[in-house]
């Protein structure tokens, strides 16, 4: 297709609660070589920026990348400060976001990756998150002017609790997550899209960061590609925390090394029951297809 006749994604409504102001994208002034990567959350963004952070300033140690690559969507801070700060940056920007396509302004110049990871998994992320949260966190999220909606309130005491209301509810009591992964599939073959699965990751980390870089267009020097990877692993960033994590981890009981939990899979088998594991299936089916269901169980494009 010609890409003059491409049919670029709109925004067409706002999201707003105790975590989202989706309005500062309409006041985001893109570059051309802006990246963008996209998660519902928990899904491997901190990974996946870390990766990003590697490739775009060849292997360096030490980067603050929580603070170099801001979710721009996220409420605290403001717009009014954080925006100034995400312009005054002279390397090659790279942000997060946690919102639908439909709810965040598309550049065609700017280049999106998308990462995904089962919803089973992203649950049992989240509630660590959740449950080791401090008053530091609430406070932030519920007391800050401007929040729209209910406030958060702490989780249960059970993590199967957690996903059945979560499941139930659709994301609660965060936000939408099928809505969230059919928007970025649905776009997946536009040129600047590019769909990452955290356990293709997880399984051969060094391929997918060749894929990414070849999508980035950022050419990998061998001379530092040791160095990259050694920084991308779990191992590295755990023990680094601090540079990776919002606020170095101030959010968190425990600190940074608390966000960057196990970075592990399948912590939901031994908890779910057979009949709950495949009431969740089904309903990634019936909420994704066939296609979009099966690449998010398993990172295998159609």
Known sequence: ?????????????????????????????????????????KSGTTWLQQIVAQLIFNGEEGLPVAEMSPWLDLRVPPKDVKLPEVEKQTHRRFVKTHLPVDALVFSPKAKYIYIGRDGRDVVWSLYHHHATANDLWYEALNETPGRVGPPIEPPPDDVRQYFLDWLDQDGFPFWPFWENVRSWWEIRD?????????????????????????FLEIPIDEAKWDAILEHCSFDYMKAHATESVPLGGAFWDGG?????????????RDTLSAEECAAYE?????????????????????
Request: glycine share 4%; aromatic share 12%; with cysteine.
């Open 1 to 41: 297709m010609n890409p003059d006749q491409t049919q670029w994604p709109q925004k067409t409504r706002e999201f707003q609660n105790h975590h989202f102001d989706s309005t500062i994208w309409n006041d985001f002034r893109f570059r051309d070589d802006d990246i963008v990567i996209a998660t519902y959350a």
């Open 282 to 302: 089904e309903r990634a089916v019936a909420e994704l297809g066939a296609d979009c269901a099966r690449w998010l169980l398993t990172g295998d494009l159609p």
């Open 190 to 214: 536009l040129p600047n899209v590019m769909p990452v699965h955290f356990a293709k990751l997880k399984a051969d980390m060094p391929g997918e960061i060749q894929r990414i870089a070849g």
């Open 256 to 268: 940074a090394r608390t966000f960057m939990h196990k970075g592990t899979n399948d912590r939901w």
